[in-house]
């Protein structure tokens, strides 16, 4: 059976009812399970209590991004202005990995919002460097 490698991916976040698409260079989903070893007089036993995710973003510095002449559509003030403000409500992300031609998974989360950091050298595309906290128990894959 021939293998088929994962290639490109495509990130959306959803910020107070707004869309963010084509905001991102990579990003990067870890899911890992918590568990616990419990030591009983039969042996050992194995609990998982619960999965922590992260989900690291490399974003696109757009500090001045508007639509319509005075409205934000900065993904990075989105994301500054809710962590200031609501910074234990989560927002939708989706992160949709390509495998064969017709076919990729969509993993879609619930994450909470942080500072994006800002700055850069004078002579590049600024991006910034987040990682995101993932709801315990949000992260859901679907193949389309």
């Not at 922590?52 to 500054?80: F, I, M, R």
Request: aromatic residues 6%; contains cysteine; charged residues 15%.
């Amino acid at each position: 059976m021939a293998l088929i490698y994962a290639h490109g991916h495509d990130l959306t976040l959803t910020i107070n009812s707004v869309v963010y698409d084509d905001v991102a260079a990579s990003a990067t989903l870890t899911v890992e399970n918590d568990q616990q070893v419990i030591e009983v007089l039969s042996g050992r036993a194995y609990k998982t209590v619960s999965k922590s995710g992260t989900l690291d973003v490399e974003l696109y510095q757009d500090w001045v991004s508007t639509s319509s002449g005075t409205t934000s559509n900065s993904v990075c003030k989105a994301l500054w202005n809710l962590a200031n403000t609501a910074p234990d409500t989560a927002i939708t992300a989706i992160l949709k990995v390509k495998g064969a031609a017709s076919t990729a998974t969509v993993y879609t989360m619930s994450i909470f919002p942080v500072f994006p950091p800002l700055g850069g050298a004078a002579n590049d595309v600024l991006t910034t460097s987040v990682s995101f906290v993932v709801e315990d128990g949000t992260v859901t894959a679907t193949t389309v």
